[in-house]
Every structure is written in structure tokens, then in C-alpha cells.
């Protein structure tokens, strides 16, 4: 039986302006959400009402955030809208500063060894010395001494900052380039600090310097600035790639974990970290096709990050792996998932025009999705159920409109005409007082008929009827997934998933909603032998991949797991949030 377990959803909309501001940026300074923080200030600056200096500070600091995240494009597009629609707020004086800056920049960093007068070229709480420096001069830093230089030169390249540290009265420092910030040192006594990162593309500046931590004073001499050889870049991806490689054939010799990392002579585990190497996609038959590939590399202060991807019988894996070197030997710290894509051959054109005509003569079209009407076109399925104790949704069309509405609709049937007195899963308000006006528990029971709705894969069972609940395409509300981070809730779009899917053969019979019992369906009609093979199946999860919607296809043999479906054609996102969400 499933569990509903309730949602924490987003309440900014009920408010003050002023309380979704300070909301969004504890999420940005104190959280270090950066994207949350974007789509909060995104929200606030478009919703009607909102006074101008609340937009307007909204939007300078979404633009800020876009800034520390690289995105030097839109965050230009932040500033001007910013000058352009809040000229009378001081927000946009700050914008336009910012915007002075780029334009100003100088094109390589300026004043490393603080010997000109007045620390020319850089900024901020700092004064230059000769006393206690390891060359003949160095600076005091209190709070942050930083400059901004122009990207053009540096644009694709991998740069360093380096510098040694030491610090008086406590606290901690690090150094920042491009607005990310490295390792922090506290030693009173000289340390060598390091930091690297690549210049975007589509940066037009980037600032470098130091922080100064938790009232600490940091004494910073010998800094320099260059551009890492590629030569250096390659010989790392060389190694990794070796280790990659004897990872592989390990596996594909049919090593367990624990044997891989030894036999590799490669720690590929940290404290509380599974092994990845063999995380995704384990099935039968994937060991001998196993291949790692590393598509990018950027070197970092403590090692390397590997953008990986790896091939097998059932499809293929994108990775984003950090790893540490320590002498001659690679240490795994992270891996975080990226994308994942399962192997399968579409149906065919000619194929799919046979399963339409198939599914017309056998699916049952359904009048509507929404609850409180008659259930004339619900006949079909209440057959197809009988006098089963149980019925399961298995919802892999979370989150739209007419999911919500479909449990609601086959609740009112079940209770009005099969006796069911109970249900367990998602609610909207609307389904939530229904169910409180008919008495209707919440909880399953021995005497009970139950209804259970679900996002989670369930096994079929002879006392209960299962049924998927499914969609081609369309919009709907879900937590997002952006570059190996999690985001809000929001409204996403399975955008143009590709052709010859199983939800592309379905939608090819051109009914908006139906239903289809596959006990119904002859066995050797072109349907009935398309059913018992795997195909690939749209499910938008509880956290939908905002990177690359085809990751939420997943290979399913429907008869293997379900007795029946309901199939939407598109889907829409509901107009409220729900009050809850099955698991």
C-alpha cells in the first residue's frame, strides 16, 4: 500500500512582497541556492502589485545571482531591464554602475604585487605594507580586496590565481575567482592558496581576490594570475582516462564493487558515498558493453572535474565526477548524475497507423477527466476491475491537471458504484472535502475497498487491479532538476520527446482520453504483439530533469506491470498546487 506523504509547497503568492524578498534572499546568501534564489526573484519582479522598489531590488539581485553563476548574458538582460523599466529607483543606479564596470575593465589583472601607490586597480577594505611580508610587499586584507577583469582574453581558458596567505587575529580567508570561492586558510603562518577555474564563453568580465572570514585580518603576498597550458589539462584527462579504462574492464570481467576499487588500485568511494561506477543502469547483459568516455575536463585546485559518460547494452549514463590526486593515485570524491538515456528501437511509422486502427476498435474512449459528472464511459474499466478489493494508480503523469482530476473522477465511481470506502495518495482540495463529505477514509483497511495513487512503480498482485496512468506530452508542476542541482517547484514542459515512443504510438490513435484494458486485447492483432514487447514510456517523476526531457523515459512492458492504462493525449498544469503527493 502506498503512503501519502505531504508536500512542503512553494507559498510565496500569499505573502507580503517584503517577506518573499528577504525569503529569497536568505535562499541566495544563507542557502547559497543561487537558482532558487533566481527563480524567487524572477517570480517577485513579474507578479502584478508588487511595489517598484521591491521589483526593482528583485531584480538586481537576480541579476547578481545570474553573474555568480556565470551567466553574463542574462544578467546583462537583468541590468538593462533594470535601467530600461526602474530608471526612478536607486536599483537601477547600481545596475548602471555594474554595467560601467564590464565597459571598464581592464583586460589583464592589474597590480599583483601591490607595489603601486594607492593598491591602483584594486578594491576594498585593504591597505598595502613592507612589514611582515615574505617579498618586499604585500596587503592587509580586513574584509575582501578584489578587482574585475575583462573576459575576452581569457574566454574558454582555464585560469589560476595563486597566492600565500597568513592570518592575524583569527578567522579565515579564501580566495575567489569568478565568483566561486576556494579553499579557506587560518594558520597564522605562511600557507601556499590556489584556485581554478574556467573563463565562460560567454563571460565579459570575471572579479578575483580574497576574502577575509569571521573578523579575521589576512596578510596576502605573492599573488599571480595565469593561464593553465592546455598540455597540463590534457596529461590529466590522459590519466583519468587510463583510469576510466581499467575501471571499465574490471567491471566487464565481472568484478563486485569492492573488487574494482582494489583490483584498480583506485579508492572510488569517500565516507557514506555508494560506489558509481556501478550505480545506473545495472541490468543483465550490460557488464560486457560497459564504456567510460570522458567528454570534458576542467582542472580544479584540489584535482580534476570529469564530465563522463558511459555506454551500455541498455543505454547510456552522463556523469559529472570530482576527483582528488594524492601522489600518483586518483581518489573519487563525488559523482552527480546529469543525464541517462535508455536504448530502444522506435516503432515504426507503418507499425504505429496498425496500432491506432487497433486501439479505436479496443481502447474506451472517456468523456472527460473531470469529477461530478455521470460515468457511462467509465462501464468499460469498472468491468475490467470486477469485484477486485484494490485498484492502484500508478501516476506517471504527476503533476497535471488532469491526473488530479482522473483520481478524483474514478474515486466518485468507485465509492457510487463498486463499494469502495477508502483512498490513499494525492488530494486536491477540491478531492480532500469530497472525500470528507462521503465519509470516505484515508487509510486503508481489512473491510475496505481502497483506492491507492502513486508515483512509484508497484507490483501487480491478484487481489488488486493496476493501472498506469500516462501522457504523450505536455505541461505540469514538479520540483526541477537543472545541472546536477535540484530547483523549486514550477511548471515544467516535456517539450518534443523523440519519435516512435510508446506514448507516441498511443497518441497516434487520436483520442484526448481513454481507457484501455489489455486483457481485452487479441493476442495476435498488431496491437496485442506490440503490447508484450518493451518500449520506452514518458514518467515525469517527482523531480523533472529541466537538462534533457528523454531522461524520463524509461523501458517498460506494459502487461508485465499494469492490467490497464489511461492514456492522455497532452496534459496541462493544474491552476492551484496540490495539497499532497503520493509516494
Known amino acids: 500500500m502506498a503512503a501519502a506523504v505531504v508536500l512542503t509547497l512553494n507559498s510565496m503568492q500569499a505573502q507580503e512582497p517584503e517577506v518573499q524578498l528577504e525569503a529569497a534572499t536568505h535562499m541566495e546568501l544563507v542557502a547559497s541556492d543561487l537558482r532558487g534564489a533566481i527563480e524567487r526573484y524572477q517570480s517577485l519582479s513579474r507578479t502584478p502589485g508588487v511595489p517598484r522598489s521591491i521589483a526593482a531590488a528583485a531584480l538586481l539581485r537576480m541579476a547578481r545571482c545570474l553573474e555568480k553563476l556565470g551567466n553574463r548574458t542574462e544578467a546583462r538582460a537583468a541590468y538593462e531591464r533594470l535601467i530600461r523599466d526602474y530608471a526612478d529607483q536607486p536599483a537601477s543606479a547600481s545596475a548602471r554602475s555594474r554595467l560601467a564596470e564590464w565597459t571598464a575593465a581592464p583586460p589583464v589583472p592589474r597590480n599583483l604585487s601591490f607595489t603601486q601607490a594607492g593598491l591602483s586597480g584594486w578594491k576594498g577594505s585593504a591597505t598595502a605594507t613592507t612589514q611582515g611580508c ?59 592558496a590556489e584556485i581554478i577555474r574556467e573563463i565562460d564563453k560567454r563571460d565579459e568580465t570575471f572579479d578575483l581576490g580574497i576574502r577575509a572570514y569571521d573578523g579575521g585580518i589576512a596578510v596576502v603576498d605573492e599573488l599571480s594570475f595565469d593561464v593553465v597550458a592546455e598540455g597540463e589539462i590534457e596529461t590529466a584527462r590522459r590519466a583519468l582516462q587510463d583510469v576510466y579504462a581499467r575501471l571499465d574492464t574490471f567491471y566487464r570481467e565481472g568484478f563486485s564493487d569492492n573488487e574494482i576499487a582494489a583490483a584498480a588500485k583506485v579508492p572510488v568511494v569517500s565516507a557514506g558515498l555508494p560506489n558509481p561506477f556501478v550505480e545506473f543502469l545495472k541490468y543483465p547483459g550490460d557488464a560486457p558493453s560497459v564504456r567510460t568516455t570522458i567528454n570534458k575536463v576542467h582542472l580544479t585546485e584540489n584535482g580534476v572535474i570529469a564530465i563522463t559518460r558511459t555506454d551500455f547494452t541498455t543505454g547510456t549514463a552522463t556523469f559529472r565526477d570530482k576527483w582528488q590526486r594524492a601522489g600518483q593515485q586518483w581518489r573519487l570524491t563525488s559523482r552527480t548524475f546529469l543525464t541517462g538515456h535508455y536504448n530502444d528501437a522506435p516503432t515504426n511509422t507503418a507499425t504505429t497507423k496498425l496500432i491506432a486502427a487497433d486501439l479505436r476498435r479496443h481502447a474506451a474512449p472517456l468523456a472527460t477527466a473531470e469529477p461530478g459528472h455521470t460515468f457511462y464511459d467509465l462501464a468499460p474499466l469498472g468491468n475490467a476491475i470486477g469485484d477486485k478489493r484494490a485498484v492502484i494508480l500508478h501516476d506517471t503523469a504527476s503533476g497535471t491537471r488532469e491526473s488530479a482530476e482522473i483520481r478524483h473522477r474514478l474515486l466518485e465511481y468507485l465509492v457510487k458504484e463498486k463499494g469502495f470506502l477508502a483512498y490513499v495518495g494525492a488530494t486536491t482540495p477540491e478531492m480532500k472535502a469530497w472525500m470528507e463529505s462521503e465519509h470516505i477514509a484515508a487509510a486503508p483497511g481489512p473491510d475496505k475497498k481502497t483506492l491507492i495513487a502513486t508515483t512509484q512503480p508497484v507490483k501487480r498482485d491478484s487481489q488488486v487491479y493496476v493501472i498506469r496512468i500516462a501522457m504523450q506530452s505536455g505541461r505540469f508542476l514538479a520540483r526541477g532538476y537543472h545541472d546536477g542541482a535540484p530547483t523549486d517547484v514550477a511548471e515544467q514542459s516535456t517539450g518534443t520527446l523523440p519519435e516512435g515512443t510508446g506514448d507516441a504510438v498511443l497518441a497516434a490513435a487520436n483520442m484526448p482520453l481513454f481507457f484501455l484494458d489489455f486483457r481485452s486485447v487479441p493476442a495476435m492483432t498488431t496491437l496485442g504483439l506490440w503490447l508484450v514487447q518493451p518500449h520506452l514510456f514518458l514518467d515525469t517523476g517527482a523531480i523533472w530533469n529541466r537538462d534533457d526531457s528523454a531522461n524520463h523515459l524509461r523501458i517498460t512492458t506494459l502487461p508485465d506491470d499494469y492490467d490497464g492504462i489511461i492514456f492522455i493525449r497532452e496534459g496541462h498544469a493544474p491552476k492551484k498546487p496540490e495539497v499532497s503527493r503520493a509516494k
Not at 596587503?139 to 589560476?160: D, F, H, M, P
Open 134 to 192: 615574505k617579498t618586499s610587499s604585500c596587503v592587509v586584507v580586513k574584509r575582501e580586496l578584489s578587482q574585475t577583469v575583462s573576459a575576452i582574453k581569457y574566454r574558454g581558458k582555464t585560469v589560476r590565481l595563486r597566492a600565500a596567505i597568513r592570518m592575524e587575529s583569527g578567522g579565515s580567508a579564501r580566495l575567489f575567482l569568478r565568483n566561486e570561492v576556494g579553499q579557506p586558510f587560518s594558520s597564522d603562518h605562511w600557507q601556499n
